[in-house]
């Protein structure tokens, strides 16, 4: 299993956020852009917005889980920023794993789906 690399530098969540698709939802926004480097790497903000520093790091962490669910079927080459919205730290997981499928599967991020059936008709 691939080990999910985070988004560090300022640099890259600006050029995710000016030059990258935005998928908007109630729980999160999602901003996805190709990169040059063969991995896909994942940032995740919250601002102040959402409450104190309790509530921000749920919701890190709620859509982190989400997010880990996804990552097998996410193809390589994207930068992927989620910002997560005020319902982000009252909802469980597996409701931000849906919507985060539906922005994925939007920006055409999302693939293997057919592998994944067959694993399932083998199991």
Request: overall charge positive; some cysteine; proline content about 3%.
């Amino acid at each position: 299993m691939e080990k999910i690399v985070s988004l560090c530098r300022n640099n890259d969540f600006r050029l995710a956020y000016t030059k990258g698709k935005s998928f908007v939802g109630p729980l999160s926004v999602t901003y996805v852009r190709k990169n040059r480097l063969g991995i896909t790497r994942v940032g995740i903000t919250t601002s102040k917005k959402i409450g104190n520093a309790v509530m921000r790091n749920r919701s890190r962490r709620v859509i982190r889980e989400a997010f880990r669910q996804l990552f097998p079927r996410v193809g390589p080459g994207y930068d992927l920023v989620f910002v997560a919205r005020g319902k982000t730290p009252h909802k469980k997981s597996t409701e931000v794993k849906k919507q985060l499928e539906k922005q994925l599967s939007a920006a055409g991020v999302l693939t293997r789906r057919e592998a994944e059936k067959k694993e399932r008709e083998l199991s």
